[in-house]
């Protein structure tokens, strides 16, 4: 008899099903799958529910395409906020990382991923056409391209510096250099690099 | 506005619930959730239905207590395997890991759990009386201790020994020693310890 027969198949289904999830290997779908066995039924139907909640009750923003219940979603219907700075993010979790700060009073835009020829990305993927006109449409003053420290975003963020050259906006990009609490021995040559170059006078 | 109030609650019930699995922490829990936003409807949803079914579709064999659709499970069933060869098991994944070997062709145990006073586990809250019952109704010649080598799995396979000693079956246990691939240099000196006391002639 091989082995697999003897384990059933609701089990092997939902081993599969977390087996293709980012980070989630067979091994530990296993362990995830045998823990909920064992679980109070509640907690497997309560995450199916989840699950099944996720995309029947979101949607993006129509604005900064956010993933929100309600469109407009809260951060861009919030009073207060001022609506003429546009952080410019890759994804959802990006822009929760520079909620998490509390210091940013400004709307946001969220890309849905950033520009990779390698990959098949290029900026028609992304909400990049609607950022160019909600800058015009919002009158904005200053766009801050926050997208990610790295090859993809870097080529993103020279696209959209390239496109919004002609419109009335101060384009910025977030500083780049040594990350707090890292030490100078150990940080990659780049980072050193960057920190050098934006060096700033002592106050 | 609190960040909290950014993410919609459909979202934030899902990673509630992925946190609640496993060694998955609130970073991870968010990742999986941010990756089924992207990923297609029918994957999450395919997931959520293999969720719902796993408890509906299986239960426990009503003789080795280890997880099936059909009663008996598959492998109590199979012509071809010795049924008075019992191995003693914590958990459905050690039988697995037993199958896996290839090697063995009796019949299985699953206690479902060790002996654990710190966690409040006893014998009778494991299927140690239905593997005593048992023993006796199927004429067992061994009854094979696979309990985990640590404390609790070491606790278990005691009582069970004493349990069973009046029984006219022989009770053996699976080997202590060195590890596969393992390093003499590397290797903890209570496993070292067992693999002296085992240790065997070289024929």
Excluded: W
Aim: hydrophobic content about 40%; charged content about 20%; proline content about 6%.
């Amino acid at each position: 008899m091989p082995i697999q027969s003897a384990i059933p198949q609701p089990v092997t289904a939902l081993v599969e099903a977390f087996s293709r999830l980012p980070g989630v290997g067979p091994k530990t779908a296993s362990r995830l799958t045998y823990f909920l066995l064992r679980a109070p039924d509640d907690y497997s139907l309560g995450l199916a529910d989840a699950l099944a909640r996720l995309k029947a009750h979101t949607r993006l923003c129509g604005t900064c395409f956010n993933i929100t219940v309600d469109d407009p979603c809260p951060i861009c219907s919030a009073g207060g906020r001022d609506a003429t700075t546009i952080a410019v993010v890759e994804e959802p979790l990006d822009l929760m990382a520079i909620e998490r700060t509390g210091i940013y009073r400004g709307h946001y835009h969220v890309l849905h991923g950033a520009i990779s020829p390698v990959n098949g990305v290029g900026p028609d993927d992304l909400k990049i056409r609607e950022l160019l006109l909600r800058v015009k449409a919002a009158d904005a003053r200053e766009v801050i391209i926050a997208t990610n420290p790295g090859l993809e975003g870097d080529a993103t963020a020279m696209y959209l510096q390239r496109e919004l050259a002609g419109a009335d906006v101060t384009v910025t990009r977030l500083a780049r250099g040594l990350p707090t609490g890292g030490d100078l021995e150990y940080v990659d040559s780049v980072t050193l690099m960057r920190a050098l170059e934006g060096r700033s006078d002592m106050v």
